[in-house]
């Protein structure tokens, strides 16, 4: 179906502005990002966004960690941390902050974490959710990614929470809905959520951020994680290290703050936090991956790796995992491990950042 693809939402773009219906928007394709990643972070840690097509964040949506100030970053873990102690008390929920507000999950690619807490961190602040199944909606029909969203617009939605392959999708979305946008997860580009529960976690853990070192570790090439951590990480003072296959660890991020990490074993004595991604097996082109079992042993944490790392280092994965590949079991379920720490901050970040965009008399 053509609307699912990038193309498909660029033309819909195109026949919009010949038909005078669309305003000019930036639309973000793989080479914008691309672009994007060519500015010089090293000289400007403040990491202001360098333009208007490229700033992902306006008050009223929610599309990257991309140009968030570290204030901005700092206030948002602190509401989450109060909301994990909320949580902790079942007793005090449902809040009343979404009272006689709805949430709409449009997920056009699989997910469980971000999703169903998405879902949960509304029903917590005593808001709603729906659910759009796409297999089962009218965009098996032909309609549109954009009138889907006006649709449930119209229909008195409150914000939308947007997972797509395209990356660009929710910024797009952005430009022509009235509703806050959140982006869960467009393509290869960001996923900021996931950012902000990542932080919370390690921050959560050292008392800090300022200072620490975290080597990002597997296919940083294909992840929204990696790229919406760097930005989150680097404002807010953390050495960022990237390590992985050569073909799945692109030079250019160098440009925005990390470093290249060639020898893994080394990295891993020196971290504070072993950050570790999924194989992207749905991002993959041919010949980055010789093969996953030559992966594992070049890069895959087992028992020997994790014995290398400094008495307080934490591992963590976004999930889901390639159990045996990224990690072994054993070192997914030893005392290092934060991967459930991290699921059950996701909902309390989650909870965060909706509560930011929507608490309040509506517009
Ligand atoms: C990530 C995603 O979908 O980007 N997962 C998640 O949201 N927890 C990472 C991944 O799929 O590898």
Redesign the pocket.
């Known amino acids: 179906m053509v609307e699912e693809t990038w193309f498909g939402v660029l033309a819909e773009y195109m026949a919009r502005q010949q038909a005078g219906l669309g305003e000019e928007v930036a639309i973000m394709t793989y080479d914008d990002v691309e672009y994007s990643e060519r500015f010089d972070y090293n000289d400007n840690s403040k990491q202001q966004a360098p333009g208007k097509e490229t700033k992902r964040v306006d008050g009223r949506h929610f599309l990257g960690t991309y140009g968030l100030s570290a204030d901005e970053i700092d206030s948002l873990l602190n509401l989450a941390e109060y909301y994990c102690r909320v949580n902790n008390d079942s007793a005090s929920l449902p809040l009343e902050v979404l009272r006689g507000k709805m949430l709409a999950n449009l997920f056009f690619?699989p997910?469980t974490?971000?999703r169903l807490s998405f879902a949960r961190a509304a029903v917590n602040l005593g808001g709603e959710v729906v659910e759009l199944e796409s297999k089962m909606s009218s965009l098996v029909k032909g309609e549109s990614v954009l009138d889907t969203a006006l649709t449930l617009q119209a229909m008195g939605v409150d914000a939308l929470v947007v997972?797509h392959a395209a990356a660009g999708v929710p910024a797009f979305l952005a430009h022509s809905l009235s509703i806050p946008i959140i982006n869960?997860?467009d393509g290869a580009h960001e996923?900021p959520t996931?950012a902000l529960l990542d932080l919370l976690t390690i921050r959560q853990e050292f008392g800090r951020l300022q200072g620490l070192t975290a080597l990002l570790l597997g296919d940083i090439r294909h992840?929204?994680?990696a790229r919406s951590n760097l930005y989150a990480m680097r404002t807010c003072g953390l050495r960022v290290r990237l390590a992985g296959p050569p073909t799945l660890v692109p030079e250019e991020m160098t440009r925005l703050g990390a470093e290249l990490a060639p020898d893994v074993d080394g990295a891993l004595r020196e971290a504070d936090v072993v950050y570790v991604?999924?194989i992207?097996h749905e991002r993959q082109q041919a010949g980055m991956l010789p093969s996953l079992a030559e992966y594992r042993s070049f890069y895959g944490i087992d028992a020997r790796r994790q014995f290398l790392l400094s008495d307080k280092a934490v591992i963590m994965h976004?999930?889901?995992i390639n159990i045996g590949v990224e990690l072994t079991a054993e070192v997914y379920a030893s005392a290092r491990s934060r991967v459930l720490r991290q699921v059950s901050n996701g909902v309390a970040v989650r909870m965060a950042v909706l509560h930011h965009l929507l608490s309040g008399p509506r517009n």
């Open positions: 690619e997910s974490r971000t997972r869960a997860g996923h996931q992840s929204r994680v991604l999924r992207q976004p999930g889901p």
